[in-house]
């Protein structure tokens, strides 16, 4: 009998301090949640009749920049940056738009398949010239900038083109319930469907492993440079995921990259995801970008200047990434 039960209390001990490690590790992420309960809460005060509509809405808005943050969170995880995410976003929303036009509902599936294909072969190429010519991302990904929105602006010089109907119909509503809106589980659906399987496999491994410590990686046998290539060609699969989505919830395609770059690494950063690479995940980059659109959302309904959120963005960060170093620092201490 006492045997069973000092069982029984070892059984539950390991299991809170299982689930002790797991709130240690998830602590940013989940400060990060709680902040955007505030946050909802603060907005529904302040705006009374803020409801499933506005969720929806809001909901549309973040799906390309949170698919954009997703596509630097890859790069930054490896230990890399890409500034050319907002250019392959698009690039492959002007070419989206442009063959969907005028187009049956079952070319538009044709043209989606295709374009994820292009998104692959875009951050191939992204990441094989890092790696050929051993010019530091930031350098190669500016140079990209360039080339990619210059190939938007060729396919469209103007805004326009078409979608079609079921894209649409993907962020346009809601499903099961008016609180949940399409968009928001058409973000869930994708990151479940490719990022948590590659997270889970070896080569996901590969991707903190050269994060971590390219040297280390490469001694223990894994390829340094073909993990590169493949964080960037995940990258440009997801930058091209954020372009069908801009298509999807405008309905044409739109040849200026915007500022989805600069506030993806914003995300990144505010997420939770070490720039030195190694450490973090897209969670928390997600939760950081409702987070500041809410925030832009909230400065309208308190009829202040629009372009203080961006003040308040640059704030954050900068005091997000003074609280990163300072527990850095408190790490390094013996």
Known sequence: MSTAVTDQKETIARSAGGLGAAVRRNGWTLGLVGILALLLVFTRMIQPTYGPSGVQGLAISV????????????????????LSVGSMMALTSVISARLMEDQSEGFAVLVVIGVLLLGLVLGAVNGALVVVTRVPDIVVTLAMLFVWAGCALLVLNTPGGGSAEWLRGLTQGSII??????????????????WIPIRRSKLGLSLFAIGSDPLAAFRSGVSVSRTKIFAYMLTGLFSALAGLSLTASTGIGTPVPGPYTLLSVAAVVLGGVSLAGGRGGVFGP?????????????????????????????LILVGVVMVGSLIQLRRREP
């Not at 390309?64 to 969170?73: E, H, N, R, W, Y």
């Not at 925030?295 to 003040?311: I, K, S």
């Open 177 to 194: 319930s008016e609180w949940v809106p399409k968009a928001a589980v058409v973000l869930i659906v994708v990151i479940a469907v490719i």
């Open 63 to 82: 799906l390309p920049l949170a698919l954009a943050a997703v596509a630097q969170t890859c790069a930054v995880i490896a230990r890399g940056i890409d």
């Open 286 to 314: 997600v939760v950081a970008v409702v987070i500041l659109s809410l925030l832009r959302t909230d400065m309208t309904f308190l009829n202040l200047n629009t372009n203080l959120a961006t003040v308040a963005q640059g």
